[in-house]
């Protein structure tokens, strides 16, 4: 089944605790995303990759590292997470940036920072 | 920059009702459009699209129309199920230089009731 998967699905953390969410798509996609989703504020997006060892920023990359060693993984790191990074996290990928549209989106992954 | 503006809600409907839900953009070019659908729970989902001007999509007996003119594409569905209640998002791609992204408007929560 093609699939975006994240890991973990929730999570509590404590301020500056380094945390990683991984993400991993079984559709040999080429672009992949990742998503903050805020009440009132819709998505946005953090960073992006357009390929392995291709990574950009998106709107609200500060405090968020990524890495694409892999074509099927593209992890989220928060080095020093604070309270401001609580929200619903979502990682999708498509085919290639010409199918940036048909994004499949992964079930997200809420996290909350005390 | 690129904006999506949809209507806010909460919009709560009876079954069988006529929805529609607004939306309008701004964007320099010729950007694609996109409705995405958000089930309780689950990540984003392409419902339909349209890339470029008078394109109708449709998809599950829901249609907007790429209105160029009025920079619009306004999600409607004439009967509405108890099934329909989501979040739906509208949204825009354009690619170019180096900045290649979905941008989304904040979402409007649809609640159907029996």
């Known amino acids: 089944e093609a699939q975006v998967t994240q890991n973990p699905r929730y999570l509590i953390t404590v301020t500056g605790k380094k945390l990683t969410v991984t993400c991993s798509q079984n559709m040999n996609h080429e672009y992949m995303s990742w998503y903050r989703q805020d009440p009132g504020l819709g998505l946005r997006q953090i960073y992006y990759?357009?390929?392995?060892?291709?990574?950009d920023k998106g709107d609200v990359p500060e405090g968020y590292k990524v890495s694409r060693k892999e074509k099927r993984n593209f992890p989220l790191i928060l080095e020093s997470p604070s309270p401001n990074q609580t929200s619903l996290y979502f990682c999708a990928s498509s085919l290639s940036v010409g199918k940036l549209y048909e994004q499949y989106f992964g079930p997200g992954t809420r996290l909350t920072v005390t | 920059g690129n904006s999506v503006t949809q209507m806010e809600g909460p919009v709560t409907l009876s079954e069988e009702a006529f929805l529609t839900i607004n939306c309008t953009y701004t964007?320099?070019?010729?950007?694609?459009l996109f409705w995405y659908v958000q089930y309780p729970g689950e990540g984003l989902q392409l419902l339909l699209k349209?890339?470029?001007?008078?394109d109708k999509g449709s998809n599950k007996g829901f249609e907007a129309t790429y209105r160029k003119e009025t920079t619009s594409f306004h999600l409607e569905k004439g009967s509405v199920q108890v099934s329909d209640s989501a979040v739906y998002f509208c949204?825009?791609?354009?690619?170019?230089?180096?900045?290649?992204?979905?941008?989304f408007g904040k979402g409007t929560l649809l609640t159907v009731n029996p």
């Open positions: 964007a320099t070019g010729y950007p694609s």
């Open positions: 949204a825009l791609s354009h690619s170019g230089g180096s900045n290649y992204k979905l941008t």
């Open positions: 990759s357009m390929n392995v060892e291709v990574t």
């Open positions: 349209a890339t470029k001007a008078d």
